[in-house]
């Protein structure tokens, strides 16, 4: 099984700020994904991060507000551009080998935009 | 439209008291239905994938089986510790699409 580690764990931001959140994984992956999990409720796709290539984007999310990086196949990042308070949620990155495998997630980052 | 349903929202267990969690999905493309479990603060931990309706799982007290439209989460004998919200995933193409979850309590 694969070891998601992200940080920051947590941050409270000041509205119209941008957060980076990184996640590193102890072994190559193909696939990493990053997810909102919004109070109370449960996991959303963001993005699907490909190695050195754009992300891939679901319904309601733009790469101008949650740019993503992936160099390589052990790292990501997500930025969270001109806060508000409704980006206020816990950030997931996730990690598989490949489709039919188990996808791992890291602890999470809990941000609170004030 | 690809939606995955979550019964019940809450499960309130006696220790002991034996239980069912239903996942009931509507996906094109199924690669395989995943089961998690999410402590409060932590992410999601991988209990079970299920690739192929008939197929049963366990682990220690959890047991999950698959149908062509549903999952099942059997809880038995539960414990305390068993506490949790749990997580059902369809993997549609490679990303998961996510139930909104039961959260499950045991008391003594």
């Known amino acids: 099984s694969a070891v998601i580690s992200q940080k920051p764990s947590r941050d409270i931001c000041q509205r119209g700020t941008s957060l980076t959140i990184q996640c590193q994984v102890d072994?190559?992956?193909?696939?990493m994904f990053w997810y909102r999990q919004q109070p109370g409720q449960s996991l959303t796709l963001i993005a699907t991060?490909?190695?050195?290539?754009?992300?891939?984007?679901e319904s309601g999310f733009v790469i101008d507000k949650f740019p993503i990086s992936r160099p390589n196949l052990t790292f990501s990042t997500l930025t969270v551009s001109n806060m508000s308070p409704e980006d206020s949620s816990i950030y997931l990155c996730?990690?598989?080998?490949?489709?039919?495998?188990?996808?791992?997630f890291g602890q999470g980052t809990r941000l609170t935009v004030v | 439209e690809d939606q995955v349903t979550q019964s019940p929202e809450a499960l309130r267990l006696q220790e002991g008291e034996s239980s069912s969690l239903n996942c009931s999905y509507t996906?094109?493309?199924?690669?395989?239905l995943f089961w998690y479990r999410q402590d409060p603060g932590k992410g999601p931990e991988f209990l079970f994938t299920l690739y192929s309706a008939g197929e049963e799982k366990e682990k220690e007290r959890l047991k999950a089986t698959l149908t062509k439209k549903e999952s099942f989460l059997h809880i038995t004998a539960p414990k305390p510790e068993d506490s949790a919200t749990y997580l059902c995933a369809a993997d549609s193409w490679g990303k998961l699409q996510f139930g909104a979850g039961t959260q499950v309590v045991v008391t003594p």
């Open positions: 996906v094109s493309g199924l690669r395989g």
């Open positions: 991060a490909n190695q050195g290539s754009e992300a891939t984007y």
């Open positions: 996730s990690a598989r080998d490949r489709v039919n495998t188990e996808a791992f």
């Open positions: 072994s190559q992956v193909t696939m």
